[in-house]
């Protein structure tokens, strides 16, 4: 038996699906991500907030990572999450955070800027 990286819910899915990895990687990643029409920071924080909006937390920590790659900062993220918690739902709000506290470490800066 192999072993699969869950990491990644793509990766994961790629081993019993892999016609549909391949419709999310071909659109998504070939066409929509690099669009310059949105800036891929901009996407990564859509992203991330259509992710906690839908309750889809398993797909939440690499996209997560994905938006301190593109320019995202922990700051912003706890700023995003905190905001959506009275559009999405406080029990929402509490999971993302739980969750972006465990891919990504602790905020490095002071929330409240002092």
Known sequence: MSTIDFSSPRE???AFTPKLTGF????LFSTVWPD???AKRDRSLATVAALIA???A???PAHLRRAIENGVTKRELSGLITHLA???GFPGAI??????????GGLDEPANGG
């Open 12 to 14: 994961a899915a790629r």
């Open 24 to 27: 999310v990687e071909a659109p």
């Open 36 to 38: 310059t029409d949105l």
């Open 54 to 56: 839908g309750g889809h």
């Open 58 to 60: 398993n797909e939440l």
């Open 86 to 88: 009275f559009y999405v």
């Open 95 to 104: 999971t993302a955070s739980a969750i972006a506290t465990a891919t990504l």
